[in-house]
Each structure stands twice: as C-alpha cells, then as structure tokens.
T-cell receptor, first 116, second 114 residues
Framework: GAVVSQHPSRVICKSGTSVKIECRSL??????MFWYRQFPKQSLMLMAT?????????EQGVEKDKFLINHASLTLSTLTVTSAHPEDSSFYIC????????????FGPGTRLLVL | QQQVKQSPQSLIVQKGGIPIINCAYE??????FPWYQQFPGKGPALLIA?????SEKKEGRFTISFNKSAKQFSLHIMDSQPGDSATYFC?????????????FGSGTRLSIQP
C-alpha cells in the first residue's frame, strides 16, 4: 500500500509556457500533500503544503503565483509552473500523507522539468 | 533549531561491509525520525523509521540506533550489497499529525563496491 504516482515523469517545454504536474495517491486518501524541488546532488526543498479543499501553504521564498497548487480531491494534487523559465528546470517531487499513515510521507517518483 | 545535520556527505564501502550514516538534531519537539533511500532519477522511498521511545529498530539488513540524550541517530546497513548504492536521507518531524513537515538532512551518497 501507500503508492503515490506522478505524471508526467519528464517534460520539456519552451520558456514562457505553463506546465502542469499531477500527483495522485493510488491506494489511500491523502489529506495532506507536499511539493518538493530537488536540484542535482542536493536535498529536497519543501515548496508548499496543501490540504484537500483548502489553499496551499507556501514556504518562504516560493512564489505562490508562479507555482500554483491545487488539491481538489483526497487523491489528486496538481502543481502548475506558470510562465516557466530555464531557472525553473528541476526535479519536482510530491509526497502524500493521510489518516491511515499519520506522520509518514510517501513520495511519488518525481517529474523532471526542462525549460528551454 | 530546525536543522538535521547528516554525515558523511559520501561514503564508499566494500561489499559485505557495514556503512554507518549519522544524523543529529536540535529540536526536542521532533518525535518521528524516518530514513529515505533515493536512487538517481527516482523519488525517495521510506526505508525505516523510529520514534525516540526506543533505542534501536531493525528491519531486515537496516538498523536505526537512536540516542535521545545526545539527540543523535544513525543508520547501519548490514552485509551491504552493490544494490544498496543510493543516496540516503535522514529526516525528522514533530510527527503529531499527517500535516507535519519533514526536515531532511543533506543526504549521503553511498557506493558499495563489488
């Protein structure tokens, strides 16, 4: 149990376009989902925390208008990178936790974004 | 206060050896300490986790040792194999709800030589 999927696994886009990344909990209800960003050979940096049906809470320094997060259901959260630029190229990873798993976060496989 | 310090940054061990990765924390409110394993290009996978009410936890070849008074914990991998080569992250969390943030260590790149 506790499987989290992400789609797409990798995406290449042109500068100025928007990209949407989906995160799904496949076998449990995720009351809370987290979005992370990871640069090569570095640790995970938390971008935001989202609870189902409410606005996401963004970490300091993360632009909420650039990284739009929606958590419309207990199994789906989306991250939209708006007007992407090359500096947004990174590895984006979501995680999910729910009532069944309390404090444990289960991570998705990640999405590699490359902005040209 | 919120940091989790992890060492070493990288580690090379011969097959069958016992790599040890150490972590330390300051915030006494942390109540849940998971370890994650990450392979290149993949998301982190939960390996094993411990709470401070026990000093040791074993799951297969993986063992966490926990020293509450020193605010330190470590991961030992017994009979290490080349397939264990990955980046390992220790982490800490208040653990009181499913919305609790996890604070990650900086990671240890482990290489097991055949």
């Amino acid at each position: 149990g506790a499987v989290v999927s992400q789609h797409p696994s990798r995406v290449i886009c042109k500068s100025g376009t928007s990209v949407k990344i989906e995160c799904r909990s496949l076998d449990f209800q995720a009351t809370t989902m987290f979005w992370y960003r990871q640069f090569p050979k570095q640790s995970l940096m938390l971008m935001a925390t989202s609870n189902e049906g409410s606005k996401a809470t963004y970490e300091q320094g993360v632009e909420k208008d650039k990284f739009l997060i929606n958590h419309a259901s207990l199994t789906l959260s989306t991250l939209t990178v708006t007007s992407a630029h090359p500096e947004d190229s990174s590895f984006y990873i979501c995680s999910a936790s729910g009532d069944r798993h309390q404090e444990t976060q289960y991570f998705g496989p990640g999405t590699r974004l490359l902005v040209l | 206060q919120q940091q989790v310090k992890q060492s070493p940054q990288s580690l090379i061990v011969q097959k069958g050896g016992i790599p040890i990765i150490n972590c330390a924390y300051e915030n006494t409110a942390f109540d849940y300490f998971p370890w994650y394993q990450q392979f290149p290009g993949k998301g982190p996978a939960l390996l094993i986790a411990i709470r401070p009410d026990v000093s040791e936890k074993k799951e297969g070849r993986f063992t966490i040792s926990f020293n509450k008074s020193a605010k330190q914990f470590s991961l030992h991998i017994m009979d290490s194999q080349p397939g264990d080569s990955a980046t390992y992250f220790c982490a800490a969390s208040p653990g009181y709800s499913n919305a609790s943030k996890i604070i990650f260590g900086s990671g240890t790149r482990l290489s097991i030589q055949p």
